[in-house]
């Protein structure tokens, strides 16, 4: 099992940046591929970004790109999300999530963040 909590969420005015954390614990994570995901209200869940834990490799939505820069600390078992240049389109709660490198099942959620941008 894999437990993961997120924190950082907040309310912020456009243009403004959070950085949204994730703490991970359970089994070794090594082996795992972390990603973050953000649903708003009355939206599907979307895809955000992912970087697994064994390399440096990123990958984004078009959306967010350039924007958002997801990375981890090892030694504290952190995987965070910085947002900046916040737009009200951002408005969602945004979750961390892990799946087992390479598959492509998300296995592992919490429980989300939310993140309010006001115009």
């Known amino acids: 099992q894999v437990q993961l909590v997120e924190s950082g969420g907040g309310l912020v005015q456009a243009g403004g940046s959070l950085r949204l954390s994730c703490a991970v614990s359970?089994?070794?994570?090594?082996?795992?591929?972390m990603g973050w995901f953000r649903q708003a209200p009355g939206k599907e869940r979307e895809f955000v970004a992912a970087?697994?834990?064994?390399?440096?490799?990123?990958n984004y939505a078009d959306s967010v790109r350039g924007r958002f820069t997801i990375s981890r600390d090892n030694a504290e078992n952190t995987v965070y999300l910085q947002v900046n240049d916040l737009k009200p389109e951002d408005t969602a709660v945004y979750s961390c999530?892990?799946?087992?490198?390479?598959?492509?099942?998300?296995?592992?959620w919490g429980r989300g963040t939310q993140v309010t941008v006001s115009s």
């Open positions: 359970g089994r070794t994570v090594s082996s795992y591929t």
């Open positions: 999530a892990a799946r087992v490198t390479p598959l492509p099942t998300w296995a592992y």
């Open positions: 970087i697994p834990w064994s390399s440096g490799h990123t």
